[in-house]
């Protein structure tokens, strides 16, 4: 009898698939209080830095940190409403309604451009959609830091295996080709092969690959 493929694995739910529990969870909210940036902190559960704000009413809260923010810093010289940013800045950290938190635009080097402002605010997305907002959302004003972490190379497999390990992602994982056959559909001696697709009506062990696709091989590119 064959062995459990990966997905039947993480369907089950085991260690190796779930996110560790983490000591340090940080909420990112905005605050009407007049805020003084005490610190830079990582959190491992996000790329981009956060920064750890001092109010005026002695609470501590955290907010993405902008390129070029340091301690000392008043964070309300960053956050404000759409209505008080100016037209075509670059902000991050978008509410999708006033005081929800922020929503839009969260990772490190993805910013919008504040297009036009009026009973809505006309904000273009990093995915070229242009979206309207309420002019009493707020946004922070600069570029989320953390940009240009993916240039940096991963020299060791045990560093990949961290980053992986943080977020649950199963790391190493080797192709089902490769595998034995008792341990997914497509592997043993007929390495090459190609397998033909499998129904919606197929067992769990053998549902990999095409699942009752409309269509099978490599598209090609209509000429106009």
């Not at 993480?10 to 009407?32: C, D, I, K, L, W």
């Not at 190379?153 to 790391?171: D, F, N, S, T, V």
């Not at 008792?182 to 190609?194: A, I, L, N, T």
Request: proline content about 8%.
């Amino acid at each position: 009898m064959g062995r459990r493929i990966i997905a039947q694995r993480r369907g089950r739910g085991s260690s190796t698939f779930r996110v560790p529990p983490r000591s340090f969870s940080p909420v990112v909210q905005y605050s009407n209080q007049v805020g003084v940036v005490t610190d830079i902190v990582n959190d491992t559960g996000r790329n981009a830095p956060l920064a750890e704000v001092q109010y005026s009413d002695k609470h501590v809260g955290y907010v993405i940190a902008p390129e070029g923010l340091k301690v000392g810093d008043v964070v309300n010289d960053y956050v404000m409403t759409l209505s008080d940013i100016p037209e075509g800045s670059d902000i991050f950290a978008i509410e999708s309604s006033p005081n929800s938190g922020p929503t839009f635009c969260r990772t490190p080097g993805s910013s919008a451009i504040l297009v036009s402002k009026g009973k809505k605010c006309s904000v273009k997305l990093p995915s070229k959609v242009v979206k309207t907002f309420h002019p009493e959302c707020r946004a922070t004003i600069g570029i989320p830091a953390g940009d240009g972490r993916k240039d940096k190379p991963i020299l060791k497999a045990g560093k990949k295996w961290i980053i992986a390990h943080r977020r649950g992602k199963y790391y190493p994982r080797t192709s089902g080709k490769k595998m034995n056959a008792v341990d997914h559909p497509y592997g043993g001696s007929g390495h090459g092969k190609r397998r033909s697709p499998v129904s919606h009506d197929t067992s769990p062990g053998a549902k990999v690959g095409t699942v009752s696709p409309r269509k099978t091989g490599k598209r090609k590119r209509k000429r106009i």
